[in-house]
Nanobody
Framework: QVQLVESGGGLVQAGGSLRLSCVVS????????MGWFRQAPGQEREFLAR???????TYADSVKGRFTISRDNAKNTVYLEMNSLKPEDTGVYYC????????????WGQGTQVTVSS
């Protein structure tokens, strides 16, 4: 049974930082590219960042230079370091495993809430 469990969300003031974690179990973590997504209230879920098996990183323009994705294969964990947070970064943050088809994500976590106050 594959499980992805996010943590690290919370309430932070604009300009602050948070570090999200996603622990993955039930599959060979190092064999998968991983992604982080966000869903703001009333909006569709949007892509934020991706890290490949070889640790190549891709970011959405909205978070480039402020967010950093990383992974620790020994801990089956992917991270999202978020700096210079803005109120528009508010939303539920999800991690996901990428399937063999690039850009298609198969398994998802339950999400962690991030709220940025102005």
């Amino acid at each position: 049974q594959v499980q992805l469990v996010e943590s690290g969300g919370g309430l932070v003031q604009a300009g602050g930082s948070l570090r999200l974690s996603c622990v993955v179990s039930g599959l060979s973590f190092s064999a998968y590219a991983m992604g982080w997504f966000r869903q703001a209230p009333g909006q569709e879920r949007e892509f934020l960042a991706r890290i490949s098996r070889s640790e190549m990183r891709t970011y959405a323009d909205s978070v480039k230079g402020r967010f950093t994705i990383s992974r620790d294969n020994a801990k089956n964990t992917v991270y999202l370091e978020m700096n210079s947070l803005k109120p528009e970064d508010t939303g539920v943050y999800y991690c996901a495993t990428e399937s063999s088809v690039a850009g298609r994500y198969t398994f998802w976590g339950q999400g962690t809430q991030v709220t940025v106050s102005s």
